[in-house]
């Protein structure tokens, strides 16, 4: 059974950077048949995809047209998760952040973080 | 705005068949299969359909599901107090290369 374990800070300021991780369990990150996912769901936005990494012989990441440029997401063989990294954060930002994995159905979900962007 | 169009909202009595509808276009329904996804208020969705209409194992067959073209929907029979929850359709968008989602749908149970 796949468990996806979320964490990082619930409050980051304005203009700085949201940093979150995702540990996985009964998976690979490296795993050549999944990817690794992460979605946000906000009143304003709804159910609003980020992006993705995956390995295929070597590294892949995907990222929304919405986020990009702001956005990184990383794996983490050693530790067996991933991460992401939002840049220059506005109060839109404000969101439940979940990491998933894919590809196909999104089956696994993380509990969801909700992080709030303010001074 | 969500890329996928689903109602906001539905209702039925005890007993009654619902039905959730999902119109997208030709990058995402029309090219691709449909999942639906169920949620209750402070958890992750969990997914409820997946590859148009499968159910995975401990969803009950009161839940089915269906695809025609660049539509989707998903039907409740025999509802029941514990169906009251959000439910979203999702697919993958071959242009947007990327997950695309309903704005969901809230399902009263009255």
């Known amino acids: 059974q796949v468990q996806l374990q979320q964490s990082g800070p619930g409050l980051v300021k304005p203009s700085q950077t949201l940093s979150l991780t995702c540990a996985i369990s009964?998976?690979?990150?490296?795993?050549?048949?999944?990817?690794w996912n992460w979605i946000r769901q906000s009143p304003s936005r709804g159910l609003e995809w980020l992006g993705r990494?995956?390995?295929?012989?070597?590294?892949?990441?995907a990222y929304a047209v919405s986020v990009r440029g702001r956005i990184t997401i990383n794996p983490d063989t050693s530790k067996n998760q991933f991460s992401l990294q939002l840049n220059s954060v506005t109060p839109e930002d404000t969101a439940v952040y979940y990491c998933a994995r894919g590809p196909g159905v999104l089956k696994y979900w993380g509990q969801g973080t909700l992080v709030t962007v303010s001074s | 705005q969500s890329v996928l169009t689903q109602p906001p909202s539905a209702s039925g009595t005890p007993g009654q068949r619902v039905t959730i509808s999902c119109s997208g276009g030709s990058s995402n329904i029309g090219s691709d299969v449909v999942n639906w996804h169920q949620q209750f208020p402070g958890t992750a969705p969990k997914v409820l359909i997946y590859n148009n209409n499968q159910r995975p194992s401990g969803v009950p067959d009161r839940f089915s599901a269906s695809k025609s073209g660049t539509s989707a929907s998903l039907a409740i029979s025999g509802l029941q107090s514990e169906d009251e929850a959000d439910y979203y359709c999702a697919a993958w968008d071959g242009s947007l290369n990327g997950w695309v989602f309903g704005g969901g749908t809230k399902l009263t149970v009255l």
């Open positions: 990494t995956y390995y295929r012989s070597k590294w892949y990441q």
């Open positions: 009964g998976d690979s990150v490296s795993s050549n048949s999944a990817a």
